[in-house]
């Protein structure tokens, strides 16, 4: 508001300077409700001024209320922006604290299957058992293992776990 108020006052001022040096010239003003005689242009200036200073000091305090409204608006929405952002950083922590929980129960599952796997097959790791001189009623896993339903597994591969706990197929 300062800044706008010294704005207007140097152009005021630079008007009432331009108002003095014409101030010997004289006009007559016709306008709807009569006529103005012998008018100096310095008087005519100085209303303009006067006009333009008060329009530019209501124009100015109409845009600073509508500012502090915008800025009350935005404060607002912030406050709310806020409240779902640690909204979401607790539920971001809460899925972090279960992922590292089922990361560890999951690690922990993978090493015991992993002994145990060790220590019924030994340390051979095999990517995947095939017998293709099964047949259709004997599992791949060998001619003494009958299928017991047609609902097993069609391509006769035995899939087995190798130690880095990858499925080879």
């Given amino acids: 508001m300062k800044d706008i108020l010294i704005g207007l006052l ?16 004289r006009v ?11 008018v100096s242009l310095f008087t005519l200036i100085a209303i303009a001024v006067g006009a333009l200073v008060v329009v530019g000091l209501a124009a100015a305090a ?3 209320i509508r500012g502090a409204g915008q800025r009350r608006k935005l404060e607002r929405e912030l406050e709310q922006t806020y409240v779902r952002l640690r909204e979401a ?10 992922a590292a929980a089922a990361s560890a129960a999951v690690s922990a ?5 992993e002994l145990s796997a060790g220590a019924s097959v030994g340390t051979t790791s095999s990517a995947a058992v095939t017998d293709t001189a099964a047949g259709p ?5 060998g001619p003494d293992t ?24």
């Fill in 62 to 64: 109409i845009a600073g």
């Fill in 137 to 141: 009623d004997e599992y791949a896993a």
């Fill in 10 to 25: 140097v152009i005021g001022l630079l008007l009432l300077i331009v108002g003095a040096a014409n101030s010997g010239q």
């Fill in 109 to 113: 599952a993978e090493r015991r299957l």
């Fill in 28 to 38: 007559d003003l016709d306008y709807v409700f009569g006529t103005w005689y012998q």
């Fill in 146 to 169: 009958a299928r017991p339903d047609a609902a097993g597994p069609d391509d006769r591969t035995i899939a087995l776990r190798d130690q880095s706990g990858r499925d080879d197929v």
């Fill in 89 to 98: 950083e607790a539920h971001a922590a809460e899925m972090t604290e279960k």
